[in-house]
Structures are given as structure tokens and as C-alpha cells.
């Protein structure tokens, strides 16, 4: 008989199959040469700062690789707490802040630190792909509140302050949301604020696209909860940074505490070369989340004229971030089938909507961060495939 695994590693599978085989099979076909546009990963068509390359390479030099605090160094906390200061207005200190292996490694360490089995957490769905298993490694349960396609992918707040029950331990949000690139408003943000600080929920809002907002700045729930409140974020989208694993939550002394201690067992410290580049990051973010912001724009804005008036692969404007959903409800495929067909017919990759929840089961994700030659012609593609499509 063959050792047991733990409990765990079905609360981490995948609902059903591999969300992300076609995107690493465009990924390979890419590699050995062949004629593929892939749009199905956010990973901006950018250069990371000369600067922050620069620093990461004295660093080296310097013989930066040794042991580091597992929470970060000072100094770079201490940067992530001003920038978090000015775009939130929410007064912090180097000591609400722990550094990790990236957004993901936040969301996932809060899950830890702040449920566990027997809870219930919230999120709105659509979601971020990654958020199921996270908050099922904690052995919580997840509850799903809709974000429908009916309200523009914005929260239904009724059902939300419905699905609060005495297990409910917290609420998963982004925003902007990954993948329909809403927005929150003023109003949705307080009234989250007052349901959470009504019912004692803690509410984790990552908003790793808030630097491709207007002006950068989004409604802040950790201004208005700073005690219930985690921002987890990361230098990844603003900075084109996503290899470099640099990532941090903003949230309570206490929380941070705790994370640390679970950060000593899980990283112990990511490397010094590694936080010195980042902190060169963190000041000049100003110039990096203007140029992205640019970027984003210009190819969002280009995609989405591109394919205007395809009913089979109609394009939903999205108010930040780096995606862009497509309503295939017209083609008649599903968003599993259209997404195959259109890699067999045309190589371009996509993502099935169904991946981020229920209320994109009828809709595609793509990524219009990549370059704008490629991304017409995508589009091209795209408007081409939905042209031999019987609906």
C-alpha cells in the first residue's frame, strides 16, 4: 500500500481540468518558433526599469545573497508604507507591512492566518483563478456571492450582506478585479466597510491593479477599516516585475505578527538583492505606473475598436488592469469550446471564463497587455474565427 496524502491536496485541485494547459501549450508552440499570439496571461509587454535591474546586479556583486528578515527589510517597508500612505490615505507604519513572494503569497498567507476549517469566506464572482484553492488550503469554505454580467461584473451588495452567516470569517475581493477590470465604487467600498465592521469580518482587498487606474487611485477599504482591513499588492503588473516575486500585505501590527511567524516557516526571507531592487521600485513607482497606465490605454482602447461589432466575440470595456473580457454568448460554443476552436483555427490562446467562476461561464479572457502589432492582429484572428461561426 502506497503512504496517504493529506486532506489537502484535493481541497488544492483544480475543479476540473488544468485551467492553464492551453496557455503553457501556446507558451511552448511560441517557443519552438511557431506563428502563436498568446493573451492568456497578464504579463505586461514590458521591460522591467533599467533602474531596478541595475541594483538587483550591485546587489549581486555586493554579495547581497545571504539570510534576510523573513518579513522584508526595514527600509523597504518603510517605502511600501509611504506609498501606501499616499494612495490610500490610510496612516501606516513599516510595521503593518510584511514583504513576500509576491500577491499570491500574500493572499494565500492570509488565508491562513485568518481562517480556517469551519468558516466561511466570501468572494465575488468572478474571480481571480487562484482564490478557490487558496482559501480551500486554509480548510474554509468558500461562498460565492455574484458580480453578475447583469450589473456590468459590479457586486450584488444584497447578496452579499444575505450570504453573511455566524461562520462567516471574511471577504476575498480585488479590485480592480481580475478578470473583468471593475472597479469598485465609493459607495460599494463603504458599504462593504460597513457590512464588514458590522458582522467583526476581516476583508482582504488585493488590489494589485490599483496602479493602472485612473491616476493610480482607487476607493481605499483600508482607509475606511484599518483595523479589519488587509491590501495585499505587488510590483508585478505596475513595474513589469512578475518573475521577480515581490509582493506585500498592508493590514494590522497584529496581523503582521502573525504572518511573520508563518512567513519563517513557509520563505525565511526572499533574497537582499531582490528587496534592495525592489525598493528602487517602490521610488520610482510614480514614472513606472504612468507608463504602464499609457501602455494599458493605448492597447486597451485599440483592441476594443478592433473588435467592435463582433456579436459572436463582443468586447466589454474594462475600467483598469490588463484584461479584457469577450461575451461569446452569441457564438454558440461554450467559452471552453470557443477557446479551443480559436487555438486550432487561428493560434491565438485565450482563457475560458469559466476558470475565474460562474458568471463568466459564457465569456473569454484575454490579455491586451502585449504589443500593439500583435494585438491587432489577434484581433484580426479573432474577428476572422467568429465569421465562420453558425450563430
Request: hydrophobic fraction near 45%.
Amino acid at each position: 500500500m502506497s503512504p496517504r496524502f493529506s486532506p489537502l491536496v484535493d481541497r488544492i485541485a483544480h475543479d476540473g481540468s488544468d485551467p492553464w494547459a492551453l496557455h503553457w501549450r501556446a507558451r511552448a508552440a511560441q517557443a519552438a518558433g511557431e506563428d502563436v499570439i498568446v493573451l492568456s496571461v497578464g504579463d505586461p509587454d514590458l521591460d522591467t526599469p533599467a533602474p531596478v535591474v541595475d541594483m538587483a546586479i550591485e546587489r549581486l556583486r555586493a554579495h547581497d545573497t545571504h539570510y534576510t528578515e523573513s518579513g522584508g527589510r526595514l527600509p523597504l517597508r518603510e517605502a511600501i508604507a509611504a506609498a501606501h500612505i499616499e494612495r490610500t490615505g490610510q496612516q501606516v507604519t513599516a510595521d503593518n507591512v510584511i514583504f513576500l513572494n509576491g500577491a499570491q503569497n500574500g493572499l494565500f498567507v492570509s488565508a491562513q492566518v485568518i481562517s480556517t476549517v469551519g468558516d466561511e469566506v466570501i468572494t465575488f464572482d468572478p474571480m481571480y483563478a487562484t482564490y478557490p484553492a487558496t482559501l480551500r488550503a486554509s480548510g474554509a469554505t468558500m461562498v460565492r456571492v455574484p458580480a453578475p454580467a447583469s450589473r456590468n461584473f459590479h457586486p450584488d451588495l444584497d447578496a452579499f450582506e444575505a450570504a453573511i452567516t455566524p461562520r462567516t470569517r471574511a471577504v476575498f475581493l480585488a479590485t480592480p478585479s481580475n478578470p473583468s477590470g471593475v472597479v469598485l465604487t465609493d459607495a460599494e467600498v463603504d458599504r462593504i466597510a460597513s457590512l464588514a465592521e458590522r458582522h467583526s469580518l476581516w476583508v482582504v482587498s488585493d488590489e494589485v491593479y490599483s496602479g493602472t487606474a485612473v491616476d493610480g487611485r482607487i476607493p481605499s477599504l483600508g482607509a475606511r477599516l484599518p483595523g479589519q482591513v488587509l491590501t495585499v499588492s505587488s510590483l508585478s503588473k505596475t513595474h513589469a516585475m512578475t518573475g521577480w516575486r515581490c509582493g506585500w500585505v498592508v493590514g494590522p501590527k497584529a496581523f503582521v505578527e502573525h504572518a511573520d511567524l508563518l512567513a519563517q516557516c513557509m520563505i525565511y526571507g526572499l533574497p537582499g538583492f531582490i528587496q534592495e531592487a525592489a525598493l528602487v521600485a517602490v521610488g520610482m513607482r510614480h514614472a513606472a505606473e504612468l507608463e504602464v497606465r499609457a501602455f494599458c490605454r493605448l492597447r486597451r482602447d485599440a483592441f476594443y475598436r478592433a473588435l467592435e461589432g463582433v456579436a459572436a466575440a463582443r468586447p466589454l470595456l474594462p475600467d483598469a488592469g490588463m484584461f479584457m473580457l469577450l461575451d461569446i454568448r452569441a457564438s454558440g460554443l461554450s467559452a471552453a469550446g470557443f477557446v479551443a476552436a480559436l487555438y486550432e483555427a487561428e493560434r491565438v490562446s485565450a482563457l475560458d471564463g469559466a476558470v475565474f467562476g460562474r458568471e463568466t461561464e459564457d465569456f473569454v479572457r484575454v490579455c491586451f497587455a502585449t504589443d500593439e502589432a500583435s494585438l491587432l492582429e489577434a484581433a484580426r484572428r479573432i474577428r476572422r474565427f467568429a465569421g465562420t461561426l453558425p450563430g
